[in-house]
């Protein structure tokens, strides 16, 4: 056949582990299977688009394929912004679990397919943590904080505790925790390096579930239509291995970066069945709210099956 | 690369018979994208380019400390400050030239973007020195690179950037950029202080006099206040660094108002003004983008760096190479830009070379820095010369010595690491 | 006639420009004041101000700051050529900006009408309508091309650029 060169875009850098274990990987597992019929120009750090501009790059032939960040676009695809959701799975391993099984059918992955783009594989970030310079535990601890969120799910996430949610950008964020503008501030924990937290906080807790982040990486439907079935389905067979290899990268990455923190001298810590209890029965209405905003069909549904799927 | 060179004499065609930068770069980064990947895909670029560059909270630091200086400057605030300056160090050669240098380091710890201290310092300390005779040339360049200090002196947005693509520790960077920072201010005082015995482009002020000098001192006081306050309001915690710019405009207003110094036209004039400057910045900085995305598309970056990370030259000629690539692109692309499309292959490269990931990130900075500063595209110049009304031409000319005492200091600093990683080591005891 | 009807657009959407720039000054001001009096923070002016604020005061004077001579050009090349070619050169550096800016144009308000049309909304403290956030660029592109257009076919007289 003819060797194809996709595209691909990113908005992660290289040297983040979502690149390294999942993206960077997958590609050059695909291009080695496949004996060069298909290879990829990566396009890394938002280079070919910005990060809500990757999906619209992909159908316009700009790109072919890209790792969508699914809550940047959460106006074209509601039922995916599911996965942003509190309380929900426990670890990356089983949320992507999860993801994976939404996107091999039903709700999520018509929504795409509606999209333009075909999935191959999603994965998701270990559960979003709370940074702080005390401890935060039970849901009353939280009043009048003013914690750093992203996007309305999260920022609903702390009003549900009686915070305040405040937006500021990436790159202030360490500044603003520093001089003591933020109190908290909601994190995956495999991002902490890269923006440095660790060097501001004095606690970080490690079993809470406060709110989830979903990658998928999707190919323009009528190009991936066209390749060859045998390649067709290398791609998905290495993006399912990709998924829950890159899940488990970060989950064991969390853990060493723990016992670094431990040794550092940061309190790292589980919050107790009470404390949790008492989380999960506040973060209860972000759930509530967010079928009320995407009032979409079938939302009700996407979120059963999701609490099934991480129930397990 | 035949395509490509053809498009650069094509910009270089455009720009030279007077078509706006602006313009010449958007177009021309179109015709590229259009031949790269055709025309359909060139057109959706086009779709939410403005859009996306603009929409951006980080940037409303630029309007609103060209508005804060605006202000100041039509409340006649800057003027008595300065000339306070003047009275103690006017009767120095080039004095006045250097005190604009040290207020471009006050302001470098209150901001983290290069073009809006250049529009500030513009806007307040340029109009002082054209009246006390300062030749124009040097007036606009001092105040074009007196700006870069604000991303080498912390807090700097540029830092910040290097630090998450690279996960390098941003504490340590800025405190990194603390010496190097004060190295190129002593850099440029010196190149004024050679220029100012040399030529007669800094006049001598009037004699010294001690009780005129105390007396002028008054009118420092608030400005000072307005310092403190702002960084006072950044370190204490009261607000973020974009929104501390929103506070130092809410301060102006209330020192022209007590002062009684400004009228309802000049409030106007100001914010007309400050919107002027970034409409023209903004304008650039979106078709910039497009050129820089046609250049990601042809790949040349990425073959030249990959050729520096598998060659086998020694350690010393690739970094030497590296930092030539990143200055060539300096002078097309936007510091930003740069970083995401440079750093994925030249941050692996120098780490494989051993190199200190805190000194390069110095180092890097300063170089795409000094971009700023090299036409065509020159932002710190642009925004001079759009605050200033000085020809582009007489400031590239006027930046010339400056430019050669940016690229000593980069040497020195890719010489001795020491200068750079000295205060790191000391603060981790 | 055309002039002064291209002028009085450009003046209006100047000073819609200028007015979102002191909405911004006032909006982070009223936010820093009230989380420290009252804890309360303005909630909506970080995204008001990204979403809306800033495309609005960065692209709605486009065609005025062009009509100032604020859009910087390099000065060290010739002012003009003599004869013909210096004639169609002149109306070249004109009319190729003003296609490039039609197409932006045209992508842009397709964009913002897609938008419209879907009712496209960002979830933030509010749901953000997104078209009126994509609709400020088209339109402040889409008088820059007015005006670069109407510059190309202005008799000569004396350049008011400068
Ligand atoms: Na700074
Ligand atoms: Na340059």
Redesign the pocket.
């Known amino acids: 056949g003819i060797a194809e060169t996709l595209r691909l875009g990113d908005f992660q850098s290289t040297s983040h582990i979502v690149s390294i274990e999942g993206t960077t990987r997958w590609m050059a597992a695909v291009e080695e299977a496949t004996g060069g019929a298909v290879s990829f120009q990566h396009f890394p750090s938002q280079q070919a688009a910005k990060s809500k501009a990757q999906l619209d790059a992909v159908n316009n032939g700009i790109l072919d394929a890209a790792l969508l960040g699914t809550l940047y676009h959460a106006e074209s695809l509601p039922l995916n912004s599911v996965v942003g959701l509190p309380g929900f799975y426990s670890s990356a391993q089983q949320g992507t679990k999860a993801l994976q099984a939404m996107l091999k059918e039903g709700p999520l992955r018509e929504e795409l397919l509606a999209a333009g783009v075909t999935p191959i594989f999603g994965f998701v970030l270990p559960p979003y943590q709370v940074l702080a310079k005390k401890r935060l535990g039970l849901a009353e601890d939280w009043k009048a904080l003013d914690i750093r969120t992203s996007g309305s799910t999260q920022a609903m996430t702390a009003r549900s505790m009686g915070a305040v949610g405040i937006s500021i950008p990436g790159p202030e964020v360490y500044t603003a925790v520093e001089r003591g503008r933020l109190d908290a501030v909601l994190f995956p924990l495999a991002s902490v390096p890269g923006y440095k937290l660790n060097e501001v906080v004095s606690h970080i807790s490690t079993n809470g579930s406060f709110g989830g982040y979903s990658f998928v990486m999707v190919v323009r439907s009528d190009l991936f239509k066209d390749l060859p079935e045998d390649v067709q389905a290398k791609m998905l067979e290495l993006g399912a291995e990709t998924a829950m290899h890159v899940a488990k990268a970060q989950d064991d990455s969390v853990e060493g970066l723990v016992t670094q923190w431990k040794d550092e001298g940061i309190d790292t810590y589980t919050f107790s069945d009470a404390e949790l209890a008492s989380l999960t029965d506040s973060m209860k209405l972000v759930g509530q709210d967010w079928l009320e905003r995407i009032n979409a069909d079938g939302a009700e549904a996407v979120l059963e099956n999701y609490r099934a799927l991480t129930s397990k | 690369m035949i395509t490509f060179l053809a498009l650069l004499c094509l910009l270089a065609l455009f720009m030279v018979f007077r078509m706006p930068i602006a313009f010449a770069m958007g177009l021309v980064g179109f015709i590229g994208l259009a031949l790269q990947l055709g025309w359909r895909p060139a057109f959706a670029v086009l779709e939410r380019i403005f859009f996306d560059s603009s929409s951006s909270f980080i940037l409303v630091a630029i309007p609103l400390f060209i508005l804060m200086a605006e202000l100041l400057t039509s409340g006649d605030v800057t003027r008595r400050a300065i000339h306070a300056c003047q009275c103690w160090i006017g009767h120095v050669k080039g004095g006045l030239a250097m005190a604009t240098v040290a207020s471009s380091v006050l302001l470098?710890?209150l901001?983290?973007s290069s073009t809006a201290s250049t529009a500030a310092m513009a806007a307040s300390a340029f109009p002082e020195m054209r009246n006390h005779n300062y030749a124009d040339r040097l007036a606009a360049a001092v105040v074009s690179v007196g700006g870069t200090l604000?991303?080498v002196?912390?807090?700097?947005i540029v830092l910040v950037v290097y630090g998450v693509l690279t996960e390098t520790s941003i504490g340590q960077l800025f405190i990194a950029g603390i010496v190097p920072g004060l190295l190129t201010a002593s850099g440029l005082a010196l190149v004024i202080k050679i220029i100012a015995t040399r030529t007669d482009q800094a006049p001598k002020g009037d004699p010294f006099q001690l009780g005129k000098a105390v007396k002028a001192s008054r009118h420092v006081i608030p400005m000072g206040l307005l310092m403190v306050g702002v960084i006072g309001a950044i370190y204490g915690g009261v607000a973020s660094p974009s929104e501390a710019a929103a506070l130092g405009v809410m301060g102006s207003l209330i020192i022209v108002l007590v002062q009684r110094s400004i009228t309802f036209v000049g409030l106007s004039t100001s914010v007309s003004a400050a919107i002027r400057a970034t409409v023209m910045i903004v304008a650039i900085v979106t078709c910039s983008a497009i050129f820089a995305n046609y250049l990601a598309f042809t790949r040349i970056t990425h073959a030249l760096l990959e050729f520096a990370s598998t060659t086998d030259l020694p350690r010393a000629a690739i970094l030497a190479f590296m930092v030539l690539i990143l200055l060539v692109m300096g002078m097309f692309m936007d510091q930003l830009a740069i970083l995401s499309l440079a750093m994925p292959l030249a941050f692996p490269t120098a780490m494989a070379l051993g190199y200190d990931p805190v000194w390069f990130g110095i180092v890097v900075t300063k170089t795409v820095e000094i971009g700023l500063l090299t036409p065509p595209l020159g932002l710190n110049a642009y925004v001079a010369s759009a605050q200033t009304g000085v020809a582009l031409g007489t400031i590239f000319r006027g930046i010339v010595p400056f430019l050669l005492m940016e690229l000593v200091v980069l040497v020195v600093l890719l010489c001795f690491p020491e200068i750079t990683l000295w205060l790191p080591s000391l603060m981790l005891g | 006639m055309i002039e002064r009807t291209l002028r009085k657009i450009e003046d209006t959407l100047h000073l819609a420009g200028c007015l979102a720039l002191v909405a911004v000054a006032v909006l982070i001001n009223a936010d820093i004041l009230l989380r420290m009096i009252a804890n309360r923070p303005v909630q909506i002016q970080f995204e008001l101000t990204e979403l809306y604020l800033m495309p609005a005061l960065a692209t709605l004077s486009l065609s005025r700051v062009f009509r100032d001579g604020g859009h910087l050009a390099l000065d060290f090349g010739p002012e003009t050529l003599p004869g013909l070619w210096g004639t169609l050169l002149a109306k070249a550096r004109l009319l190729l900006p003003a296609a490039f800016f039609a197409a932006i144009t045209f992508m842009s308000a397709k964009f913002a009408w897609g938008a419209f049309a879907h009712h496209e909304v960002e979830y933030g403290v509010i749901d953000w309508p997104l078209g009126w956030a994509y609709a400020v660029a088209p339109l402040g592109c889409s008088v820059l091309v007015l005006r670069l257009i109407h510059d190309v076919f202005r008799p000569a007289e004396p350049d008011l650029t400068r």
């Open positions: 470098a710890a901001v983290g604000a991303v002196v912390p807090p700097s």
